[in-house]
């Protein structure tokens, strides 16, 4: 069994050593023994996902269908006669028209520019009665009907095992022996790191935080099944953003919508109002700016288990937020001052103000290759948009000064993106300030107990908190960090948590 984040990596390092060529150019593992990758697992479990950043990672196209959509004439084509010579007489033969999915990988290879890329076909396992001899011949043989899959294209697929499907049909073990063969488990631990790098509703994790086990449930009961699934928590998540800012009120059935199991959706409502409780309860933006109550620290530190929980992870998110603008921020200003050095030494044939265009759009340009590949991940592509916005701006400003020499031009730059450098600085002097308040709180109210643990696991696992630290030196986290000893020191708290 593996959890989702190493199938990822499973797939990353399958497409790799298959598609290693040698000094001649040929792929070092023939193609008859790439055997297709076949990933099983509970649905919901975040399969699909996994095969987007896969191909991300690897630069290649992507090329994803679920079966049960297709019938057996789309996947395979459909028959006509044609005339074909047998021993020198002529006799009607049947062939068939392109495969849809065939023909699929050759529109993406014209579209993307990529030769090589992975062939995902999701719940192959659940095919119809007619479709299922051509699955277990594109696993064995990698064609649909008569037409191969191109050289240079992985297979995998993803199916759900029986007890989760009735339609499911058991692959014999001639197929089996055929292919790759990945058992993938939920794991909230692991889906934690995704859902803060996808920013995952706030409540959400605070309450997984402290219900794990309602991560991931597949019940049958006397009413149906009812079930929790991670892509459910996920869609809930951008839901309950959209309502938050329109204002709209997030109702249990709204919750009960995604998380279809009504134990834990009645129960994660509840929760929900006692997060947002909480926040003005204990005045959390007061506290990230230095300003907390006594009264404050004294009322958290008497409080329920499951309250002080949460305080901590409103507190954290809090501090995410501030630190995750920062660090997109400085990206931006990464990607916006390579172009600026580029353009400091004037260049022949051109204005700075054309110039700068001329970067702008191939910017732009790159931006839109990278998407038309689907290589492009929602950070970078955050990143370059506001990247863009700045540039634009900065266009706009010389377009006022078009008379300018470049010299002057690249002066009125600088200045500029100075200002703009200002206000990213004064920004992270403010997320810094929010964290060392944090801790200040932490410390008055906790010290060095179990919530100082699940404070420090949230820094470990953001990517944001994580990046930001590398550049401010936080003594206070350090020393939590290590003397926490946070890997068992949280194994024992979730534990507890668990057993609540």
């Keep these: 069994m593996m959890n989702i984040k190493q199938a990822k990596q499973e797939i ?223 869609d809930l998540s951008r839901m309950m953003e959209v309502y938050e800012r329109l204002n709209k009120n997030i109702t249990k059935e709204v919750m009960g919508q995604y998380i279809q199991h009504e134990r834990i959706s009645v129960e994660f409502a509840e929760y929900y109002e006692l997060y947002q409780k909480y926040q003005q309860d204990y005045q959390i933006a007061e506290i990230l700016k230095g300003k907390p109550s006594e009264a404050m620290v004294k009322k958290v530190s008497h409080a329920p288990f499951d309250e002080r929980v949460s305080v901590v992870n409103l507190l954290f998110s809090g501090v995410r937020q501030a630190v995750r603008e920062v660090v997109l921020q400085e990206e931006v200003l990464e990607k916006v001052f390579e172009i600026l050095k580029l353009l400091k030494e004037p260049q022949e044939g051109g204005k700075l103000l054309e110039r700068l265009g001329d970067y702008v759009d191939n910017l732009r340009m790159e931006r839109e290759q990278k998407q038309k590949e689907g290589l492009l991940e929602r950070r970078e592509d955050r990143t370059i948009r506001k990247a863009l916005e700045l540039l634009e701006n900065y266009r706009l400003l010389l377009k006022k000064e078009s008379g300018e020499s470049w010299e002057e031009a690249f002066d009125i730059l600088r200045s500029a993106f100075g200002e703009t450098r200002g206000e990213w600085e004064e920004a992270w002097d403010q997320a810094a300030s929010s964290l060392e308040c944090a801790f200040d709180f932490m410390e008055a109210a906790f010290y060095n107990s179990q919530e100082m643990v699940i404070f420090v696991s949230g820094i470990n696992t953001d990517y944001s908190c994580v990046r930001f630290l590398e550049t401010y030196e936080c003594e206070r986290y350090i020393r939590y960090n290590k003397d926490l000893l946070f890997e068992d020191a949280g194994a024992q708290i979730r534990k507890r948590i668990e057993e609540l």
């Design 12 to 234: 990353v390092d399958t497409v790799q050593a298959y598609l290693l060529k040698n000094e001649y150019g040929e792929y070092v593992i023939p193609r008859v023994h790439q055997r297709p990758v076949l990933l099983l697992g509970a649905p919901g479990i975040g399969k699909t996902q996994i095969m987007e950043q896969a191909a991300r990672e690897c630069k290649v196209a992507l090329v994803a269908y679920t079966i049960t959509h297709h019938t057996r004439q789309s996947a395979i084509g459909l028959p006509f006669i044609s005339k074909k010579e047998y021993g020198g007489k002529e006799y009607s033969a049947t062939e068939y028209t392109m495969s849809e999915i065939v023909a699929s990988i050759y529109d993406r290879m014209r579209e993307t520019g990529l030769t090589e890329g992975i062939l995902f076909i999701d719940e192959i396992n659940c095919v119809s009665e007619t479709l299922a001899p051509a699955m277990l011949q594109f696993l064995q043989c990698k064609t649909f009907g008569n037409h191969e899959i191109p050289e240079g294209w992985v297979i995998v697929a993803a199916g759900n095992p029986p007890e989760y499907n009735k339609s499911v049909r058991d692959f014999d073990v001639v197929t089996l022996d055929r292919v790759k063969k990945i058992m993938v488990e939920p794991d909230y631990r692991i889906w934690k790191e995704y859902a803060y790098k996808e920013n995952i509703h706030p409540a959400i994790l605070s309450y997984l935080e402290l219900r794990s086990n309602c991560f991931y449930q597949m019940e049958t009961t006397i009413d149906g099944r009812q079930f929790a699934t991670p892509r459910g928590w996920e």
